[in-house]
């Protein structure tokens, strides 16, 4: 059965429940951020930043919450047109399978039609299966494979 | 045997040698761009745009053009970081197998610990198998794979 | 009289009546852009570039063009905010002294109290006195003044 | 008599030079600013941000602090080319006089002519006299004036 979800763009008074499913985000991937970078990303997504933005899926019911997506644009060199990058996707565990997910890559996919981008794109392990398997329905397979350096020290 | 490259970025007089990298680059993938996106590339990578940046390479000995790199700066969310995608990379075909594509990408990690990015990061088809080995040694073994939805009409 | 103006962002079908406005604005400051730097700034302005966006002002009864607004989002020093720099501001002589401007700037001040934006900020000739009439009574008196210095040959 | 100044990027290494010269900068315009405001800041200005940057002038014999400036780069309409705003510039109180502010000013411009920049724009107090000396030395006399509101509340 499927979550009737409210999806909205995150504002300066969602700090607690965006924390509580950052965390969950973060708690999954098994990575711990520096309290300055957690707050510097929450000053980036509710500071007008043209160019990182969040949204937050919430039960149409309860009003709780189901689920966060961060995503960023950048401009690339193939077209004129800005792509998008889904950086974050997360659910909480108690709605997983209920399409809250895929309600949000496609209310993103619908927003980039609209804006004009020319790609949405976004990266997972190679191993993650469960995420494989909807990202393989929404967006066919993946035919690329994405090499990274670390840079910082 | 190494080439000699000297790595310099691209300035509004060089239209000419990188127009004929560009289109070396877009035969390889066999794509053809109009004209009007070629053109608003251009401008982009020579009007001071920060998003987006191009170098050449070019023979020590006879000033010949041996490769081209485009790169694009954009935000992310797990650090206060800027990253870097390496979003073209092209080296003559009579230039392959002599570093310069190593050696354009050495470039830019350096920059980037410089500028205090983040990550450096591509992509490349997965069954490009040259290309692979090259990444391969520069970046270890891809673990991530890319999903993409076109958006334009 | 008040016109009842509908205001709206651009999209792509709208190049027509965006370049008639355009073209009025040019002429109102007597400058003549060359057609390739109309066309990038069209591409610009609807490729979703997210730093650069236009707003069209319309007749809620004809559907007739009545004004253009083009505003520009950078990042600042003295907050971790963004500000939104209003660059042009366009009226038709026919729909002039209805309020048009002035609803145009308002409907960006909300916008930007609703994104979280810094300021709102915009450059007008010290001797455009009709202008400065409105840009007293939404702004208040202006107090800074602007140096420039051309760089391009 | 000038000083001999060398100007340089930030770093991560100048945090503590970098403070004291926004310490005074702040002091001289009557404005504190909060801790995580400042800490931002920096984050922003040495975290490879491609919008902001900072430079610092320090003297040639005694590696003494001298002055700092602050620069955003931005889109704008009337030409495909970035511009620059010079947001930032200070002189401690022992260095003024001496050519350095100047020598901040025309290296950003000489460095906007390398980038291809359009122009380089900066604001300052219609009644702020002595820099506005200065200004209408390196730039003219200012024409336009800035009108703002500001959106937080």
Redesign the interface.
């Known amino acids: 059965m499927k979550a009737q979800a409210i999806l909205r763009p995150l ?2 008074g969602d700090r607690p429940v965006w924390q509580s499913l950052w965390d969950g985000y973060c708690a999954f991937y098994k ?1 711990r ?1 520096p309290a ?2 957690i ?3 929450w ?2 997504l ?7 933005h969040g949204m937050l899926a919430e039960s149409a019911e309860t009003g709780e919450a189901l689920g966060l997506m ?1 995503y ?11 792509v ?2 889904l ?2 996707l997360f659910v909480t565990e108690a709605a997983r399978g209920q399409g809250v997910g895929r309600a949000l ?1 496609e209310w993103l ?1 619908a927003r ?16 993650n299966e469960t995420a ?1 398997l909807l ?1 393989d329905r ?3 397979p ?12």
């Open positions: 504002t300066e990575v951020l300055p970078v707050d510097g990303l000053e980036k509710t500071s007008g930043d043209p160019a990182i961060h960023v644009l950048h401009p690339h060199t193939w077209s004129l047109k800005t998008c990058y950086e974050d890559i996919a980039g039609r609209d804006e004009g981008w020319f790609r949405l794109y976004w990266h997972t392990d190679e191993d494989r990202y929404v967006a066919g993946a035919t690329m494979v994405r090499y990274a350096i670390p840079l910082t020290k």
